[in-house]
């Protein structure tokens, strides 16, 4: 449909024909999200058109009309400069039935509680739309509505959550989502002057239906309940990515700590349930683990205190089901192959922090991916196990992964690294000791329980034929120095070292060694005798 038609009919359009017209380039460009350029004056004058048409007393369904088009037209952040003005966002604002910092907001009920008609929720629905649109393509967007307090619109609706249509409940949190996003100054207010937290955990709390029978400890599932719904689901995930959003900062009180604690008791409640298909639950359970890793490492403690009950995980009188879950859903995103940085490396930091904290948690887990060594024969990165899919990731080529993965297997083994070489072989874990100067062996620095590492019978019998390297036994190979002759090896090593010593000339390698303390440094520098240590040397 020509633009310039549109724009001179709309000059002198009733409101019907208004809606007649805007209706059918609706239609004709619903599935349009890339626009022709040399049309963006148009589209602009079209935007601008459309707000001057909602400023109007129009019936809802002329407004739903303009704020689908205005929808359309917001995917183009080329064309928004007349939408992120004040006067164009505090008339979708109104739309939306959001309050604003210039309004009375003395009162409980919020505006959206007040709808009556199908098409009054529709045209609030619209207008969350394309705020969300428009929050997310313009920066000066976002700055109109720091300016215009938008965000105390938003609180003031999450705390008629329980009364929410799906829809506008879904972009309300979307909109709260993006400006937590983008705008990381709106946090503090949010978190200090809105008690945001707080909100968004009522919110989660009610979505996913918890039911308290202790001070942290949610009622569990029943076996045969139904799965969460489709649009619950949908709600949770958003209140949850703004959750994440707001407990990114490192300032906390005392009064965040309660809830937090009660915020992964909610976590730990939603790890048990399930949604209508395995990818949702696959994805509710990535935002957990997302919004676990924010929260204060003290508080994993809730993931594990509530009594053991028949058939769940359990270790030292510990609750170990949702470590189980985590476990698994760490094992899943390895096998998925992709996206480690992304899928996996968050899980692994919150298993890693969990373990390193939390004395029960680290032994359950060792049992689970470090259980004692029986096979020796194969290679520590061969084979199905979590342990081989762990120790192949210790040499992935991202060096996140890497270091991620490799630290987690660190901290099961109390940070010893004879422990550690002992199930990865010291090829793989070279990598994580030149990082933490650990190449002479010994331990990191965090101080860990004594209980006692026991090794099997059969690895007990293989221990001396194990190769540290490879952390194998190996067939026995033929000596290829054994037939020569003095003068033969002394030749080898001759030319073998005046080939480093190319290599080394060239810049092509750098030969290294390892200093006292277990860093790496240039060979010249480990071989230098240090006077210190000659001090003490009797001298004839």
Same mark, same amino acid.
């Given at each position: 449909?020509?633009?310039?038609?549109?724009?001179?009919?709309?000059?002198?359009?009733?409101?019907?024909?208004?809606?007649?017209? @805007?209706?059918?380039?609706?239609?004709?460009?619903?599935?349009?999200?890339?626009?022709? !350029?040399?049309?963006?004056?148009?589209?602009?004058?079209?935007?601008?058109?459309?707000?001057?048409?909602?400023?109007?007393?129009?019936?809802?369904?002329?407004?739903?009309?303009?704020?689908?088009? @205005?929808?359309?037209?917001?995917?183009?952040?080329?064309?928004?400069?007349?939408?992120?003005?004040?006067?164009? +966002?505090?008339? @979708?604002?109104? +739309?939306?039935?959001?309050?604003?910092?210039?309004?009375?907001?003395?009162?409980?009920?919020?505006?959206?509680?007040?709808?009556?008609?199908?098409?009054?929720?529709?045209? #609030?629905?619209?207008? *969350?739309?394309?705020?969300?649109?428009?929050?997310?393509?313009?920066?000066?967007?976002?700055?109109?509505?720091?300016?215009?307090?938008?965000?105390?619109?938003?609180?003031?609706?999450?705390?008629?959550?329980?009364?929410?249509?799906?829809?506008?409940? *879904?972009?309300?949190?979307?909109?709260?989502? $993006? $400006?937590?996003?983008?705008?990381?100054?709106?946090?503090?207010?949010?978190?200090?002057?809105?008690?945001?937290?707080?909100?968004?955990?009522? #919110?989660?709390?009610?979505?996913?239906?918890?039911?308290?029978?202790?001070?942290?400890?949610?009622?569990?599932?029943?076996?045969?309940?139904?799965?969460?719904?489709?649009?619950?689901?949908?709600?949770?995930?958003?209140?949850?990515?703004?959750?994440?959003?707001?407990? *990114?900062?490192?300032?906390?009180?005392?009064?965040?700590?309660?809830?937090?604690?009660?915020?992964?008791?909610?976590?730990?409640?939603?790890?048990?349930?399930?949604?209508?298909?395995?990818?949702?639950?696959?994805?509710?359970?990535?935002?957990?683990?997302?919004?676990?890793?924010?929260?204060? #490492?003290?508080?994993?403690?809730?993931?594990?205190?509530?009594?053991?009950?028949?058939?769940?995980?359990?270790?030292?009188?510990?609750?170990?089901?949702?470590?189980?879950?985590?476990?698994?859903?760490?094992?899943?995103?390895?096998?998925?192959?992709?996206?480690?940085?992304?899928? @996996?490396?968050?899980?692994?930091? *919150?298993?890693?922090?969990?373990?390193?904290?939390?004395?029960?948690?680290?032994?359950?887990?060792?049992?689970?991916?470090?259980?004692?060594?029986?096979?020796?024969?194969?290679?520590?990165?061969?084979?199905?196990?979590?342990?081989?899919?762990?120790?192949?990731?210790?040499?992935?080529?991202?060096?996140?992964?890497?270091?991620?993965?490799?630290?987690?297997?660190?901290? $099961?083994?109390?940070?010893?690294?004879?422990?550690?070489?002992?199930?990865?072989?010291?090829?793989?874990?070279?990598?994580?000791?030149?990082?933490?100067?650990?190449?002479?062996?010994?331990?990191?620095?965090? !101080?860990?329980?004594?209980?006692?590492?026991?090794?099997?019978?059969?690895?007990?019998?293989?221990?001396?034929?194990?190769?540290?390297?490879?952390?194998?036994?190996?067939?026995?190979?033929?000596?290829?120095?054994?037939? +020569?002759?003095?003068?033969?090896?002394?030749?080898?090593?001759?030319?073998?070292?005046?080939?480093?010593?190319?290599?080394?000339?060239?810049?092509?390698?750098?030969?290294?060694?390892?200093?006292?303390?277990?860093?790496?440094?240039?060979?010249?520098?480990?071989?230098?005798?240090?006077?210190?240590?000659?001090?003490?040397?009797?001298?004839?």
């Amino acid at each position: 449909m020509d633009l310039n038609g549109i724009l001179s009919q709309l000059e002198s359009a009733n409101e019907e024909d208004t809606e007649k017209l @805007l209706h059918r380039y609706s239609q004709e460009n619903t599935q349009t999200f890339t626009f022709d !350029q040399k049309e963006e004056a148009l589209r602009s004058k079209l935007c601008q058109s459309v707000l001057t048409v909602l400023g109007r007393q129009v019936r809802p369904s002329c407004q739903k009309t303009c704020l689908e088009t @205005l929808r359309i037209l917001s995917r183009d952040k080329r064309v928004l400069g007349p939408v992120a003005t004040k006067e164009g +966002m505090l008339v @979708l604002t109104g +739309m939306a039935m959001l309050r604003t910092g210039q309004e009375d907001g003395e009162t409980q009920e919020t505006p959206q509680d007040a709808l009556r008609s199908e098409e009054e929720k529709r045209v #609030v629905v619209e207008a *969350l739309k394309c705020l969300c649109n428009v929050v997310y393509n313009s920066a000066a967007a976002q700055q109109v509505c720091v300016d215009i307090q938008v965000v105390h619109g938003l609180c003031a609706s999450l705390r008629s959550a329980r009364t929410w249509q799906h829809e506008v409940g *879904l972009f309300i949190l979307r909109l709260f989502f $993006l $400006l937590s996003a983008l705008r990381p100054d709106v946090r503090g207010v949010l978190r200090k002057d809105c008690h945001a937290v707080k909100l968004l955990t009522e #919110v989660l709390e009610h979505t996913l239906d918890v039911h308290w029978v202790g001070t942290y400890e949610a009622a569990r599932p029943e076996p045969q309940a139904l799965p969460l719904p489709t649009e619950s689901n949908e709600r949770a995930m958003e209140a949850l990515k703004a959750l994440f959003n707001l407990t *990114l900062s490192e300032v906390r009180n005392e009064e965040d700590e309660h809830q937090f604690r009660l915020l992964a008791a909610i976590l730990r409640h939603l790890l048990m349930l399930k949604t209508e298909t395995e990818e949702k639950t696959e994805e509710a359970h990535s935002h957990a683990v997302n919004l676990l890793n924010n929260l204060p #490492v003290s508080c994993l403690d809730v993931l594990i205190d509530v009594p053991v009950q028949g058939g769940v995980e359990e270790y030292g009188g510990k609750n170990m089901e949702a470590v189980q879950v985590l476990l698994d859903f760490m094992e899943r995103r390895i096998d998925k192959g992709s996206n480690y940085k992304e899928g @996996l490396t968050p899980v692994l930091s *919150l298993l890693t922090e969990g373990s390193r904290c939390h004395r029960e948690i680290r032994r359950y887990i060792k049992t689970q991916v470090l259980p004692p060594l029986k096979d020796v024969k194969n290679r520590p990165e061969v084979g199905t196990t979590i342990r081989n899919k762990l120790v192949r990731l210790m040499t992935h080529v991202d060096m996140g992964v890497k270091q991620t993965a490799a630290e987690f297997l660190f901290v $099961l083994c109390k940070e010893s690294v004879d422990n550690l070489l002992k199930y990865t072989g010291y090829g793989n874990a070279a990598g994580l000791l030149v990082a933490r100067g650990l190449l002479a062996g010994g331990r990191g620095e965090t !101080q860990y329980s004594e209980d006692e590492d026991s090794d099997t019978d059969e690895y007990k019998s293989a221990k001396p034929f194990i190769n540290p390297i490879t952390g194998h036994v190996e067939e026995p190979m033929p000596n290829p120095i054994e037939e +020569m002759t003095e003068e033969q090896k002394e030749y080898e090593a001759e030319k073998l070292a005046n080939m480093f010593d190319k290599l080394s000339r060239q810049n092509v390698i750098r030969p290294m060694g390892v200093r006292l303390d277990g860093t790496l440094a240039p060979l010249e520098e480990t071989l230098v005798c240090r006077p210190e240590e000659n001090s003490d040397t009797d001298s004839d």
